[in-house]
Nanobody, 114 residues
């Protein structure tokens, strides 16, 4: 079992920055794919960014160039640095771990005011 806890969300003005953290505990592995998803009201959950065990990254087009996903395997923590935030980034952000099973955190709210 893997337990994921997100933190770092909040209210920020457009153009601002936030760094989300996801602390993993339990049967974690540096080989797991780790990702951040988001879900806005009335919309489907979408992948924002993903990082493989070897640190290969993947981003949704709308956040490329202003978002960085990283991981610290020694701390079992994944980060999402988001810069130049836009109102359309407003959503609940969820941490995800993919190994032999799929695990989700409870989410952290990001609200960007215009």
């Amino acid at each position: 079992q893997v337990h994921l806890v997100e933190s770092g969300g909040g209210l920020v003005q457009a153009g601002g920055s936030l760094r989300l953290s996801c602390a993993a505990s339990g049967r974690t592995s540096s080989r797991y794919f780790m990702g951040w998803f988001r879900q806005a009201p009335g919309k489907a959950r979408e992948l924002v960014a993903q990082i493989a065990g070897g640190s290969t990254t993947n981003y949704v087009e709308s956040v490329k160039g202003r978002t960085t996903i990283s991981r610290d395997n020694a701390k079992s923590t994944v980060y999402l640095q988001m810069n130049d935030l836009k109102p359309e980034d407003t959503a609940m952000y969820y941490c995800h771990a993919l190994g032999s099973r799929s695990y989700w955190g409870q989410g952290t709210q990001v609200t960007v005011s215009s």
